[in-house]
């Protein structure tokens, strides 16, 4: 997230790979958030930025190279991601805001099928909430103590994805994405916890 701007290339390449794995609305997430955090801090590159959202779409096309041979090169990828998108707005929204929300932070979603009645998902751990405290509060300490830095946007990360799939129908696999910067934060309070606890033991020796 964080390479030079020559590098350009690669971040559009991982990119562009990214959004082929399902639907691409994450990756619109992810650069965009990015791309605000460098607005901010006045380190955005517009031409390398375009540069690597160029090559992203590139690689992305290169996925449908079947469709455009078959289609003789007729092929209007653009009409057919509005396609996915339409489906998307049609079949993904959910009947409770930000219902991620409460499915991160207690493993339970109402149903938008049947009777419409409370369901719990088996892929969650209670480390899950645990972890949404930490981002929170390490965000504001590292905020606190450095500015808005690297850390902070990272750390950030899983709240504003939450936000983000609020509108969302609830699927635990959508967590998948923000687990690692989510456990991140809660090394980084235990890690600064023991650290201080450590130097107290050793203030009191001496």
Same mark, same amino acid.
């Given at each position: 997230?964080? !390479?030079?701007?020559?590098?350009?290339?690669?971040?559009?390449?991982?990119?562009?790979?990214?959004?082929?794995?399902?639907?691409?609305?994450?990756?619109?997430?992810?650069?965009?958030?990015?791309?605000?955090?460098?607005?901010?801090?006045?380190?955005?590159?517009?031409?390398?930025?375009?540069?690597?959202?160029?090559?992203?779409?590139?690689?992305?096309?290169?996925?449908?190279?079947?469709?455009?041979?078959?289609?003789?090169?007729?092929?209007?990828?653009?009409?057919?991601?509005?396609?996915?998108?339409?489906?998307?707005?049609?079949?993904?929204?959910?009947?409770?805001?930000?219902?991620?929300?409460?499915?991160?932070?207690?493993?339970?979603?109402?149903?938008?099928?049947?009777?419409?009645?409370?369901?719990?998902?088996?892929?969650?751990?209670?480390?899950?909430?645990?972890?949404?405290?930490?981002?929170?509060?390490?965000?504001?300490?590292?905020? !606190?103590?450095?500015?808005?830095?690297?850390?902070?946007?990272?750390?950030?990360?899983?709240?504003?994805?939450?936000?983000?799939?609020?509108?969302?129908?609830?699927?635990? !696999?959508?967590?998948?994405?923000?687990?690692?910067?989510?456990?991140?934060?809660?090394?980084?309070?235990?890690?600064?916890?023991?650290?201080?606890?450590?130097?107290?033991?050793?203030?009191?020796?001496?």
């Amino acid at each position: 997230m964080f !390479r030079p701007k020559d590098n350009y290339v690669l971040q559009g390449v991982f990119l562009g790979l990214m959004a082929t794995a399902k639907f691409w609305g994450a990756c619109v997430f992810f650069v965009g958030t990015i791309a605000l955090y460098k607005l901010i801090k006045r380190q955005l590159d517009l031409k390398s930025y375009l540069l690597h959202l160029l090559v992203a779409f590139f690689v992305f096309c290169l996925i449908y190279v079947q469709s455009f041979i078959n289609n003789h090169f007729h092929f209007n990828i653009v009409f057919l991601q509005l396609k996915v998108l339409k489906y998307w707005w049609q079949h993904s929204i959910t009947n409770l805001p930000l219902a991620s929300v409460m499915l991160f932070t207690t493993g339970f979603f109402k149903s938008w099928w049947g009777n419409h009645g409370w369901l719990r998902t088996q892929p969650w751990s209670f480390f899950w909430p645990i972890t949404l405290i930490t981002s929170i509060i390490a965000s504001i300490k590292t905020l !606190r103590k450095k500015g808005l830095t690297k850390e902070v946007f990272i750390f950030l990360i899983p709240v504003l994805y939450l936000v983000y799939l609020g509108v969302q129908a609830p699927f635990s !696999r959508y967590f998948i994405l923000i687990l690692p910067f989510s456990y991140l934060s809660l090394s980084y309070l235990l890690f600064d916890c023991l650290t201080k606890q450590s130097s107290k033991k050793q203030k009191w020796v001496f």
